[in-house]
């Protein structure tokens, strides 16, 4: 007998039409003898609007008071859809984050899961009933109530996965997958049948936004399979696990890109080692996520030295790099907020070079001017100018031949 959490975001449950679709998908898979343990979002839209109504009220809601409220939405869905699968005739029980034992630390609006304690869940599995929890939210060790950030519900599912050691984590979205890039900018896009951690890590983080990281983070700790899957269509989905077969995994597995990229160069700093410290600090200090970093020494004891910020944070970081430049004797700031970063990924490129000579030789056909590069062992990113992100991600995907029929 297998074991499934199966998690259904936001626009999955999103009617009661939908989650009466729902209910049928889950009562087919409890009837056909598989053990189901179901994680909710709250209906689509619903979190925004919890969001704005704090917002009418206060413009700096109390963290703890606005948990108290965002957890709402996923009691919603979940007493709802424990309805729907009684009233055909399964046990089913609806858990908040606290009933279901969820224990996370006590960050408001960040929290992260600690531990679940599987007695409730196991308790209830062994009774045939069909636990339905809410995603998103969870309880301290003093009985307070937290939320996980957005997107928080695939963490929960996954930790529940792990704690149960389930046989696999399905996260049901309206997606039938994780593609080869955004088939809105590359309809020739694939669907991957399956891909690494590492890979959706990158995947995630760059953009192709299917999952929300930290769980893909936490299914990699745990070595708990997870699969993407549409709650609307049929198919197996995308399968994310460890190491595919060994030598078979493909140079390139996807395309990942960032539109809203900007750059600061400071020209003309001394080429000393502390500078970086001196220019980066004030960035960082004001939280600010410093992406690509590129130091070039130029005429003798000079040096360029650029970073990328995303684009929201780009006046903030011009204004706080001022001083800086002029304490560091810069000839003058050079700026850029019309970037954007396109990454090829793939676990195939730790064992074989030509990734970068071929992404290049692309990029220089098409006349795109790369500005920044950086790596890791499975990335390549380049910055180029915004207005060439589709030629780009299209001539890329054929290039490493990740259509369908090429
Ligand atoms: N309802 C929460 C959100 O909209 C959590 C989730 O859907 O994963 O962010
Ligand atoms: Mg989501």
């Not at 917002?55 to 309805?83: F, N």
């Not at 034992?101 to 006590?106: I, K, N, R, Y």
């Amino acid at each position: 007998m297998a074991l499934y959490v199966q998690k259904f975001g936001g626009t999955s449950v999103g009617s009661l039409e939908r989650i009466e679709a729902v209910a049928d998908r889950i009562a087919r898979g409890a009837r056909g003898g598989d053990q189901i343990v179901v994680v909710l979002s709250a209906m689509a839209g619903e979190t925004n609007r919890l969001l704005q109504l704090a917002h009418q009220v206060s413009a700096d809601p109390d963290p703890r008071e606005l948990d108290m409220l965002m957890s709402t939405g996923e009691q919603i869905s979940i007493s709802l859809m424990a309805m729907a699968l009684q009233k055909r005739g399964l046990k089913a029980q609806a858990l908040l984050g606290d009933q279901a034992q969820v224990l996370t630390d006590a960050r408001h609006g960040k929290a992260r899961i600690k531990e679940v304690a599987t007695d409730k869940l196991n308790g209830l599995l062994a009774q045939q009933v069909i636990p339905i929890v809410a995603g998103f939210q969870g309880r301290t060790n003093e009985g307070e109530l937290t939320t996980l950030g957005r997107g928080g519900s695939d963490t929960t599912a996954v930790a529940i996965a792990a704690a149960l050691k389930a046989d696999e984590c399905q996260i049901y979205t309206d997606v039938d997958g994780v593609y080869t890039t955004d088939p809105r900018v590359e309809p020739k896009a694939r669907k991957m049948d399956a891909i690494t951690f590492e890979e959706m890590m990158e995947l995630s983080s760059l953009g192709a936004k299917v999952l929300q990281i930290r769980s893909v983070e936490y299914a990699g700790r745990y070595n708990v399979p997870l699969r993407v899957l549409s709650s609307f269509a049929p198919g197996e989905g995308t399968l994310i696990m460890y190491d595919q077969v060994n030598g078979n995994a493909p140079l390139v597995s996807g395309i990942a890109f960032n539109r809203d990229e900007a750059s600061l160069t400071l020209v003309g700093v001394p080429d000393e080692a502390s500078v970086a410290a001196q220019i980066l600090t004030p960035i960082s200090d004001a939280g600010i996520e410093v992406d690509m970093i590129v130091h070039t020494t130029t005429v003798a004891g000079k040096a360029d030295f650029t970073f990328t910020v995303h684009r929201n944070d780009f006046s903030q970081a011009k204004s706080l790099l001022a001083p800086v430049a002029q304490r560091l004797g810069a000839q003058h700031v050079k700026s850029d907020n019309s970037l954007c970063k396109v990454s090829v990924v793939g676990v195939g490129m730790k064992n074989h070079s030509g990734v970068a000579s071929r992404m290049f030789q692309t990029l220089g056909q098409e006349g795109i001017n790369v500005q920044l590069i950086s790596t890791s062992e499975i990335k390549i990113s380049v910055a180029i100018a915004e207005k060439y992100l589709e030629l780009a991600v299209r001539s890329l995907h054929s290039a490493f031949n990740l259509a369908a029929d090429e």
